[in-house]
């Protein structure tokens, strides 16, 4: 029964699909058909235009009549709405009358201007288009924005062309810059600018410009405003302080990784060590003990190297031995290690000192299968992480094996 449940399931998966497309066929086909007697008739013959100054507009028309009962697909392109001469003429004449409101900015009017203006290149409402010229590009230039810094009123001619596209007019409208207002340093500044300035005119004949020792009854000294380089010193520090950080966090998952793949790897010599000495008539804690003593003299003997598995059951002996009940030491033993089996097996270690040592010898032949698939998978595994990084150097070969053949292939056929 439940063979043919999945069955069904199965071949209605199957089916699916070709009900979704086949269903939207069929939408598809009405949606047309309803399309085509909805809206489509021109009842005024009337095709709209887009707005002035916008774009060009496409209809695809089917046109009955041209040949018999048949209808004809046209395509039609419509161009945006036009002004007449006067019409483009009035509407430059209204944007010009509220032009210096548009314009000045933050300035009190265009006879008093302190900082930039604001040239507009589109006027989107009336669909026109403007272009902006200065009479005195170092002073004001096209874009609105302030040159270099005048001393004195200047007075300047700002030339705008609009245009809708067909019809263009020009006109002029004068403005005037003024000095801004200075601090007492900064005048001294500009002052000092200005001889310099005379100066460099002055000795341009000249192998180089010869700097005054005094201005304004100060005397002066000089000396290059160099930048040191320096910066790039700083720049390197900060990256290597956060390269060395990334490294020490790298570094640290790296090592914790590496202390995870130790404990499953010695998990079967564990359990395996724990099953015979328990079952040579030894308590769970004198075999413990036993291991621990064992491990120590193969570190002073350099006939081993340091295991974290046994650095944590010397530690868990160190704490019962100064007074630490039993099964609290196998339990904190298991979460140090902070793998799964490890954490089992502290657990099935308290429970059978609470319950006795009938079971133990069974329990730790249970545990001894389980750890030895796992320790058999853990193997496999990275046996396939050591062919993944195979990969790299395998793929480099490729690489240069075939620009070996490629180069002299080409260079003969050239």
Same mark, same amino acid.
């Given at each position: 029964?439940?063979?043919?449940?999945?069955?069904?399931?199965? =071949?209605?998966?199957?089916?699916?699909?070709?009900?979704?497309? =086949?269903?939207?066929?069929?939408?598809?086909?009405?949606?047309?058909?309803?399309?085509?007697?909805?809206?489509?008739?021109?009842?005024?013959?009337?095709?709209?235009?887009?707005?002035?100054?916008?774009?060009?507009?496409?209809?695809?028309?089917?046109?009955?009549?041209?040949?018999?009962?048949?209808?004809?697909?046209?395509?039609?392109?419509?161009?945006?709405?036009?002004?007449?001469?006067?019409?483009?003429?009035?509407?430059?004449?209204?944007?010009?009358?509220?032009?210096?409101?548009?314009?000045?900015?933050?300035?009190?009017?265009?006879?008093?201007?302190?900082?930039?203006?604001?040239?507009?290149?589109?006027?989107?409402?009336?669909?026109?288009?403007?272009?902006?010229?200065?009479?005195?590009?170092?002073?004001?230039? =096209?874009?609105?924005?302030?040159?270099?810094?005048?001393?004195?009123?200047?007075?300047?001619?700002?030339?705008?062309?609009?245009?809708?596209?067909?019809?263009?007019?020009?006109?002029?409208?004068?403005?005037?810059?003024?000095?801004?207002?200075? $601090?007492?340093?900064?005048?001294?500044?500009?002052?000092?600018?200005?001889?310099?300035?005379?100066?460099?005119?002055?000795?341009?004949?000249?192998?180089?410009?010869?700097?005054?020792?005094?201005?304004?009854?100060?005397?002066?000294?000089?000396?290059?405003?160099?930048?040191?380089?320096?910066?790039?010193?700083?720049?390197?520090?900060?990256?290597?302080?956060?390269?060395?950080?990334?490294?020490?966090?790298?570094?640290?998952?790296?090592?914790?990784?590496?202390?995870?793949?130790?404990?499953?790897?010695?998990?079967?010599?564990?359990?395996?060590?724990?099953?015979?000495?328990?079952?040579?008539?030894?308590? $769970?804690?004198?075999?413990?003990?036993?291991?621990?003593?064992?491990?120590?003299?193969?570190?002073?003997?350099?006939?081993?190297?340091?295991?974290?598995?046994?650095?944590?059951?010397? &530690?868990?002996? $160190?704490?019962?031995?100064?007074?630490?009940?039993?099964?609290?030491?196998?339990?904190?033993?298991?979460?140090?290690?902070?793998?799964?089996?490890?954490?089992? &097996?502290?657990?099935?270690?308290?429970?059978?000192?609470?319950?006795?040592?009938?079971?133990?010898?069974?329990?730790?032949?249970?545990?001894?299968?389980?750890?030895?698939?796992?320790?058999?998978?853990?193997?496999?595994?990275?046996?396939?992480?050591?062919?993944?990084?195979?990969?790299?150097?395998?793929?480099?070969?490729?690489?240069?094996?075939?620009?070996?053949?490629?180069?002299?292939?080409?260079?003969?056929?050239?």
């Amino acid at each position: 029964m439940r063979l043919r449940i999945f069955s069904k399931r199965d =071949a209605g998966n199957r089916l699916l699909p070709a009900v979704v497309l =086949a269903g939207s066929v069929v939408l598809y086909g009405a949606l047309t058909m309803a399309a085509r007697g909805r809206g489509s008739v021109l009842e005024d013959r009337r095709l709209e235009r887009d707005r002035y100054g916008g774009d060009e507009r496409q209809y695809e028309l089917l046109v009955e009549g041209l040949s018999g009962e048949r209808e004809l697909p046209v395509t039609v392109r419509v161009g945006a709405r036009a002004y007449s001469e006067e019409e483009a003429e009035e509407v430059f004449i209204r944007l010009m009358d509220g032009m210096e409101e548009r314009i000045r900015g933050e300035n009190a009017s265009l006879m008093d201007i302190r900082t930039d203006l604001t040239l507009p290149k589109w006027f989107e409402e009336e669909g026109i288009r403007a272009s902006w010229y200065s009479s005195d590009g170092e002073l004001l230039d =096209a874009a609105g924005k302030l040159g270099q810094q005048v001393t004195e009123n200047q007075e300047l001619t700002l030339s705008v062309a609009l245009s809708d596209g067909i019809h263009k007019s020009t006109y002029e409208i004068p403005v005037r810059l003024v000095p801004g207002e200075q $601090t007492g340093e900064e005048k001294l500044v500009a002052d000092f600018r200005k001889e310099l300035e005379d100066r460099n005119v002055q000795q341009e004949q000249s192998s180089g410009l010869v700097l005054p020792e005094s201005f304004q009854e100060h005397s002066l000294r000089y000396r290059l405003n160099q930048r040191n380089g320096y910066e790039g010193i700083l720049l390197l520090g900060v990256l290597a302080a956060v390269l060395l950080v990334a490294r020490e966090q790298s570094g640290e998952k790296e090592r914790e990784k590496k202390r995870e793949r130790e404990l499953l790897l010695d998990y079967a010599d564990v359990v395996s060590k724990l099953m015979v000495l328990t079952g040579a008539g030894l308590t $769970t804690r004198n075999a413990w003990e036993r291991m621990v003593c064992d491990y120590d003299a193969a570190l002073a003997g350099k006939k081993a190297a340091v295991r974290a598995v046994y650095e944590e059951m010397r &530690l868990a002996c $160190t704490r019962m031995q100064n007074g630490v009940p039993e099964g609290e030491a196998y339990r904190e033993f298991g979460r140090r290690c902070k793998v799964q089996c490890y954490l089992k &097996l502290g657990s099935l270690l308290e429970q059978n000192r609470r319950a006795g040592t009938k079971n133990l010898r069974a329990m730790f032949e249970t545990e001894m299968v389980d750890a030895l698939e796992q320790r058999k998978n853990l193997a496999r595994r990275l046996g396939e992480e050591a062919g993944t990084r195979l990969l790299m150097p395998l793929f480099l070969m490729l690489g240069i094996v075939m620009v070996m053949i490629m180069v002299p292939a080409m260079m003969s056929m050239g």
